[in-house]
């Protein structure tokens, strides 16, 4: 593993958000209770969460369902307080950033996984547009209908969008509304759960260009989930891949993907589709249920290079060369 | 790489000679050829609206009352068409039988994931109820279910998606079927599990030298998966081939510009297409490419160019086939 290496202590500066050993643990019903028994247990969705996002980076945060990826989100915009550890927005706690009016609120913006039920059905486009602009005094009244259209012409859609509902759009065109409400604001960070999944290649095409010229020419900051490891080499220069609610390996997406050092991160890699490439081993199993975690390492069930030790010592997010680090007691090192 | 068989000496399974539905005054699929080896794989790849899962839907005549025109040929059986229903119910999950996208919505939440595999057997096979369960614990574990004889008095939503989605695969391969039409099985899925289910489907229908037809939206994964690829565009088959000369040597616009649209690991530039697919009161006459094509010439729109063989090399065998009028 030789990467150039990083001037030794780059300046520090305050990142965007700054996530600390956070945990969110989750009382649920225990499994098997009786009838009328109240016992729960904890389920641990965050387990010791590290993550920092810098000021005008893109992050793609990638892991399979039951990872945290949703949960690590819902920390990140504040609508959850952390059971444990510290989340950070430009260093003051989230939770308190928000409290603090609507600062947070409008700099902050949210592209939902579902964007046509995240769309008021009853209001028309231009409606839906305004109120962010109403709520936050972005423009004087009279420079609204002004403002709506150059959003649309911002997110590529024709100007007479404004007039229709929601129902009248294509799948590619509610996204498309979707951020251009997100831009209303004026926001200096982007958060996207899964906002090109299941669509049709060439719109995904299309919204990925968009989303990339928008980030380049506002200098917004972008926190990216995905499932697809291919969009997230497109769009995000760093990557933070999730198992089981924690983070298993960070860092610049490219070092990451072409030499992934955790097994996990290797899996997803050779699991995601190639041109021409022989189908590769699928890992075995599936993702142990965050009730009852492995011992010791999570992935340890799972791993096709597992040792004794790894079912004894749960391994923490450790650095490994320049701004990359895994959780893995063993890591891939490459040749 | 792996070895990629031509369809020359196969004799065909399954043929589709000009296959049109009709949907009020749209032709959601038209004029589509196709036809299957045995054994082999064809994906169906395309973007929504394409009519893939139509074609599926088609063959396994569930399409209800919808106008179909053309013939759809099974070795054995003639003009699937022209069939009555009761021979069509013959047929399905004996000779041809399908895995749907969505298992959990395929499969009935009031009954157990066993006693759904076992009924099929005793349908099919007319097993006797023990003959059917013990079958069934067999059939569980040849697609993968770890403790197949607990699972066997599992409902649907206990089961995770991956479960849910090897228990289709067991019902559907429950009564040796010669074509398995297989409908995004994996699309719901994480990767991890869906290149299990990938090579579970693979396996198990090479085992019984059945053919399968995958709809897939996936360019990638229908490379490592088929022989062979058929590229649909809202309603008609533009290109088709062994799947090698599809993707490398490929002569339909619209067949470069999906490939275009493919984000590999890596891959740092992207060029996103203009416009989207037209409404099929718009539909141009001719070839619907048309209205989005780089190449579109004055006819292409009032005239529909036929599917014809080319040849991707110049020693090659015609078994390339595509539909334009002015290729690549």
Redesign the interface.
């Known amino acids: 593993m030789t990467l150039p290496p990083q001037a030794p202590n780059a300046p520090p500066v305050q990142p965007i958000f700054e996530l600390i050993e956070v945990e969110q643990v989750f009382e649920v019903p225990k499994p098997g209770r009786p009838l009328f028994s109240r016992d729960t247990v904890g389920l641990r969705a965050l387990d010791g969460v590290r993550l920092s996002i810098r000021k005008g980076t893109s992050l793609a945060i990638v892991g399979e369902s039951g990872s945290g990826k949703s949960t690590l989100l819902r920390v990140l915009l504040g609508l959850d307080k952390p059971s444990g550890g510290r989340a950070l927005y430009r260093g003051k706690p989230i939770g308190e950033a928000r409290a603090q009016g609507t600062d947070f609120a409008r700099d902050v913006a949210m592209v939902y996984q579902d964007a046509r039920g995240s769309l008021d059905p009853r209001m028309t486009i231009g409606a839906i547009l305004a109120e962010p602009l109403r709520h936050f005094n972005i423009v004087p009244p009279e420079g609204e209908a002004q403002r709506i259209a150059h959003l649309l012409d911002r997110v590529g859609l024709p100007v007479d969008a404004a007039e229709r509902f929601p129902s009248g759009l294509s799948g590619g065109q509610v996204r498309r509304v979707a951020i251009a409400r997100a831009l209303a604001s004026e926001p200096s960070v982007l958060v996207a759960d899964e906002a090109v999944s299941g669509l049709d290649v060439s719109t995904q095409a299309q919204l990925l260009t968009l989303l990339q010229s928008l980030q380049r020419d506002m200098g917004l900051t972008l926190a990216f989930i995905t499932h697809d490891l291919g969009v997230a080499s497109y769009l995000c220069e760093e990557i933070a891949i999730m198992y089981l609610g924690r983070i298993v390996e960070t860092g610049p997406t490219d070092a990451v993907l072409n030499a992934p050092a955790h097994p996990y991160s290797a899996a997803l890699r050779a699991a995601a589709p190639q041109f021409f490439e022989p189908l590769s081993e699928p890992l075995p199993g599936e993702i142990p249920s965050p009730l009852d975690l492995p011992k010791g390492c999570r992935f340890s069930t799972r791993c096709p290079v597992a040792q004794s030790d790894c079912q004894s010592k749960d391994p923490q997010l450790g650095k490994l060369g320049s701004g990359r680090a895994v959780a893995c007691i063993h890591p891939i090192t490459q040749a | ?2 070895e990629r068989m031509t369809d020359v000496a196969l004799p065909p399974v399954l043929t589709l000679r000009d296959l049109t539905v009709h949907r009020g005054a749209a032709k959601i699929l038209d004029r589509v050829n196709l036809s299957l080896g045995q054994g082999e794989t064809l994906a169906l790849v395309g ?2 609206g394409a009519g893939k899962s139509t074609i599926a839907v088609a063959i396994m005549r569930l399409l209800g009352n919808a106008k179909i025109d053309g013939t759809i040929e099974l070795a054995g059986e003639g003009d699937l068409l022209a069939l009555t229903e009761r021979q069509m119910v013959k047929l399905r999950g004996q000779r041809l039988s399908m895995i749907f996208q969505d298992a959990g919505a395929a499969l009935n939440p009031s009954y157990t994931v066993g006693r759904q595999l076992s009924t099929t057997l005793r349908r099919i096979q007319g097993l006797s109820k023990d003959a059917a369960r013990e079958r069934a614990v067999e059939l569980f574990t040849s697609v993968g279910i770890n403790d197949p004889e607990g699972r066997m008095s599992a409902f649907p939503h206990q089961l ?4 849910q989605q090897r228990v289709m695969v067991a019902i559907a391969l429950a009564g040796s079927p010669d074509l398995l039409l297989a409908d995004e099985p994996t699309s719901a899925l ?7 289910i ?2 579970l489907i ?1 396996t198990l229908t090479r085992e019984r030298g059945a053919s399968c037809i995958f709809v897939l ?5 229908a ?3 088929c022989d062979r690829i058929a590229v649909l565009y809202a309603g008609q088959v533009v290109e088709s081939g062994p ?2 000369d599809v ?1 490398e040597h490929h002569r339909h616009p619209y067949t470069q ?2 490939k ?9 530039t ?4 203009e416009g ?1 697919v037209p409404s099929h009161a718009q539909m141009p006459p001719g070839c619907r490419f048309s209205t989005r094509c780089p190449r579109a010439l004055p006819r292409c729109a009032g005239e529909a160019p036929p599917l014809v063989p080319v040849r991707s090399t110049a020693a090659g065998p015609l078994d390339h086939h595509i539909a334009c009028w002015n290729p690549e």
């Open positions: 790489m792996t973007e929504s995770s998606g991956g479960m994480d990767v991890t599990i869906q290149a299990q990938v090579r693979l939206h996936d360019l990638a994964l490379s490592q998966s799947a090698h993707l510009q999906l275009s649209c493919v984000l590999e690991i890596g891959t740092k992207l060029t996103a297409p989207t």
